[in-house]
Structure formats: structure tokens, C-alpha cells
């Protein structure tokens, strides 16, 4: 199983579940399931609770001006863009609650724990050593994948719109001084953004387990 995120040749939840699924002692390996299973269910949670928060925010986006400050209308792209990341932020929400549901019945049968672990992984014939299935491994991770994808998707569409409103328009043409509030906020926001995405990238290189970043 190789590159599940952008900083690590195998990613750390993959691990956790090839050494669950190849544990000898029964009650090491159950204790390992266990804190598998409560683990994941609180981060389907926290996943759930910031997809409602992101679809709220992206729904009120509906009331943003057709027209921007330079006479232009509102790109087409941009509400497009909006509209699908609401769409995300809503499925990220649904697949969190359904994945959460499953646990909870896995865990209420009495052979829940090891339901848990043969929906997880499959046998290899080779050494009889059980390797996590790639399918199981990357749905466990469509909730949050769908939340990355809903807010990527606002930060574009909110830079397109900012930038086509620092354009020439209707309400600006070419000959007036293209340097005025709108271009100036535009050039902040740019800037902010790439601060951000700088940070954002440098954290998830600290956290990685490798000492350089690996993409």
C-alpha cells in the first residue's frame, strides 16, 4: 500500500491496520480494534460537524450580488464552483453519518470486533500475512476527502471572484486607474492565501514521519 497522502510512502492509519490485522495475541489484537474503531469514530464526527458547518457557509453563498463593483456579472465558474463545493461539504456530511451507523451496529454484534477487522482487511496467499484491502482503506477516508475537495473548491471560486472584480469592466474601463480598492483587496487576499497555503503545507510536513517533504 504506498502514498495515501502527499508527505508519507504509507500512511500512518494504513499501518495502524496492517499490524491490527496481524496481531497474534487475540486480546492485543481486539484492544487494537477497539481503539481503531473509537478513533475513527470520533474523527467521522469531527469531519460531520465541520461538513454541516461548511455547507451552511456555502449555501449563503446563493446571496452573494450577481453583479461585482466594476459592472461585470458574477463568472459563471465561480457559482458552479460554489454549488459543488456545497454539494461535497453535504455528501462529506452523509458518508460520515452512514460510516459512523456501520460501526455502531459492527460493534453491537457479538463477533463485532472481528467483523470490523475482516471488512478491513484480506489474506495474501504468499505468507498468509493480511494486508488491509486499498478500497476499504481509501472509503474510510472518502468523508474527509469529500470536506478537503468542498473547501478547495470555495477557496478558488472566492479567488476568481475576487480577482474578476478587480478586472476592467462596464464600470471601469481601461483608461481609469486600475490600482484602487478592489485590486488592492484582491492583492491582500492573494497574498493571505499563499501565507496560508505556505503554513499549511509546512504543518503537514512537521507532522509527516519523514524528516523531508515527499510528494
Not at 451507523?101 to 489474506?123: F, Y
Request: glycine fraction near 6%.
Amino acid at each position: 500500500m504506498k502514498h495515501f497522502n502527499f508527505f508519507e510512502g504509507t500512511s500512518t492509519g494504513c499501518d495502524t491496520i496492517i499490524q491490527m490485522l496481524n496481531e497474534d495475541d487475540k486480546k492485543v489484537k481486539d484492544e487494537m480494534t477497539k481503539n481503531w474503531r473509537n478513533h475513527k469514530l470520533e474523527e467521522l464526527k469531527f469531519v460531520g460537524t465541520l461538513g454541516a458547518l461548511l455547507a451552511s457557509c456555502l449555501s449563503s453563498t446563493s446571496s452573494w450580488p450577481d453583479v461585482l463593483p466594476n459592472g461585470k456579472s458574477k463568472p459563471w465558474l465561480v457559482r458552479g464552483m460554489l454549488y459543488s463545493g456545497l454539494i461535497l461539504a453535504l455528501f462529506s456530511v452523509v458518508v460520515a453519518g452512514i460510516q459512523s451507523m456501520r460501526l455502531h451496529r459492527l460493534s453491537a454484534h457479538p463477533d463485532g470486533l472481528e467483523l470490523i477487522r475482516h471488512s478491513l482487511g484480506r489474506r495474501r496467499r504468499s505468507d498468509n500475512k493480511a494486508l488491509p484491502s486499498w478500497l476499504h482503506v481509501y472509503a474510510w477516508e472518502f468523508s474527509l476527502a469529500f470536506l478537503v475537495l468542498s473547501v478547495l473548491f470555495m477557496v478558488i471560486a472566492t479567488t476568481i471572484l475576487i480577482w474578476s472584480a478587480a478586472a476592467y469592466g462596464p464600470w471601469k474601463p481601461e483608461g481609469s486607474n486600475w490600482w484602487e480598492a478592489n485590486a488592492k483587496m484582491a492583492v491582500l487576499f492573494t497574498s493571505v492565501l499563499a501565507l496560508a497555503v505556505v503554513f499549511l503545507i509546512l504543518s503537514q510536513g512537521a507532522l509527516s514521519k519523514s524528516n523531508f517533504f515527499r510528494i
